[in-house]
């Protein structure tokens, strides 16, 4: 009875800050679950892929299709070094989000450049993507995470064909970015 008088509007902004917070605190729980899957698989994988390491930033992005045979050719040839890409690249993975997912490691894999060559299932006159051995490993490294490795295939088809179709639009982006900076650049 003695409590003092808290005005709506303040009592309307406590509870929303502590609505955000517990939303802010379930972002945060997401992620420290994301790392420690991560960390959990990168540990399993430790034995396979410590004496195989590869570094990635020799390899990718892919920028045509004499490395993309190569790439190709080479885990066709050696299935130890396909299964330590697939290990590497399950790092990208955002626990949250597919799509996200699907975008980080094929964008980390390839050029929009070449992808704008390729639609999932060779559609409008482009190559196939979903006949590489890059797109298994693709759809590897997503279902390395607990979280996909029992998700219908055609959900990572639709994102990984979302983002082959939107390579085009990628490359004018990025291009209409350079040429503002160059002209930000040109009237310092």
């Known amino acids: 009875q003695n ?3 808290l005005s709506e509007d303040f009592q309307r902004f406590i509870t ?8 802010d605190i379930g972002s945060i729980l997401s992620i420290v679950q994301s790392n ?4 959990n ?7 396979t892929s410590s004496k195989n390491a590869i570094n990635l930033d020799n390899i990718f992005p892919i920028k045509n299709n004499d490395e993309l045979e190569s790439l190709e050719t080479k885990m066709k040839d050696d299935e130890n070094f396909k299964n330590t890409l697939v290990t590497q690249l399950s790092v990208l993975i955002y626990v949250n989000d ?12 390839f050029s929009d450049e070449l992808l704008s060559k390729y639609s999932l299932h060779g559609f409008k ?5 979903s006949s590489l051995k890059s797109y298994r490993v693709i759809i590897d490294a997503i279902r390395v995470n607990v979280k996909y490795s029992i998700i219908p295939e055609k959900d990572i088809d639709n994102s990984l064909g979302i983002w082959l179709s939107h390579a085009p639009f990628h ?9 503002k900076l160059t002209k930000i650049h040109s009237s310092l």
């Open 3 to 5: 409590q003092p008088k």
């Open 16 to 23: 929303n800050t502590l609505v955000n917070m517990k939303y």
């Open 36 to 39: 420690s899957i991560n960390i």
């Open 41 to 47: 698989t990168l540990m399993i994988n430790k034995n």
């Open 98 to 109: 597919l799509g996200n997912s699907v975008r980080r490691i094929a964008s980390r894999m």
């Open 125 to 129: 006159s482009k190559l196939c993507f």
């Open 171 to 179: 490359i004018k982006n990025l291009s209409r970015k350079q040429e």
